[in-house]
């Protein structure tokens, strides 16, 4: 999500040991476009606007990693983007999700509700940067049943 130049994905493929994952680059519509550039380096991406679903079957994604995704320019709310993401990932998968520690605090209050194991932490900027990183893991919560007599 907001992939820039596919460097995570970069990342994933020079990776010692290596993992064999498969990584989707996925481009705002309304951002810059660096498509070219991710096709380049001999990545896969695609245009999407996070306002809609994603044209993939619920349940699809083991991690989404979401890199400034919240605080770039579009006409959604949080919770609809977060919506998606829970519709998309695994139960037992991981979100990833860096941006600002105000931003991170509203996704934090949402992602308690969809009952997510959440862990905040700092970047590579140290305790005191701009951007910190909230480590998602949806779980296999369902609501309880109530018994009836």
Same mark, same amino acid.
């Given at each position: 999500?907001?992939?820039?130049?596919?460097?995570? %994905? $970069? $990342?994933?493929?020079?990776a010692?040991?290596?993992?064999?994952?498969?990584?989707?680059?996925?481009?705002?519509?309304?951002?810059?476009d +660096?498509?070219a550039?991710?096709?380049? +380096?001999g =990545?896969?991406?695609? &245009?999407?606007?996070?306002?809609?679903?994603?044209? $993939?079957?619920?349940?699809?994604? @083991?991690?989404?990693? %979401?890199s400034?995704?919240?605080?770039a320019e579009?006409?959604c709310?949080?919770i @609809?983007?977060?919506?998606?993401? @829970?519709?998309?990932l +695994?139960?037992g998968?991981? %979100? =990833?999700i860096?941006?600002?520690k105000?931003?991170?605090?509203?996704?934090?209050?949402? %992602?308690? =509700?969809?009952?997510?194991?959440?862990?905040?932490?700092?970047?590579?900027?140290?305790?005191?940067? &701009?951007?910190?990183?909230? &480590?998602?893991?949806?779980?296999?919560?369902?609501?309880?049943?109530?018994?009836h $007599?």
């Amino acid at each position: 999500m907001n992939a820039g130049y596919g460097g995570f %994905a $970069a $990342a994933i493929i020079l990776a010692k040991p290596s993992v064999p994952w498969w990584v989707l680059n996925v481009i705002l519509i309304d951002g810059p476009d +660096r498509l070219a550039v991710i096709f380049d +380096r001999g =990545l896969i991406g695609v &245009y999407h606007d996070w306002c809609t679903a994603l044209d $993939a079957y619920p349940r699809t994604f @083991d991690m989404i990693h %979401a890199s400034r995704l919240f605080s770039a320019e579009h006409k959604c709310q949080i919770i @609809d983007i977060l919506l998606e993401m @829970d519709r998309l990932l +695994r139960p037992g998968g991981f %979100a =990833l999700i860096r941006d600002g520690k105000e931003i991170l605090q509203q996704i934090k209050i949402i %992602a308690d =509700l969809f009952h997510w194991k959440m862990t905040l932490d700092n970047t590579e900027s140290g305790p005191m940067g &701009y951007d910190k990183v909230l &480590y998602c893991q949806k779980t296999f919560w369902r609501p309880k049943v109530g018994t009836h $007599a």
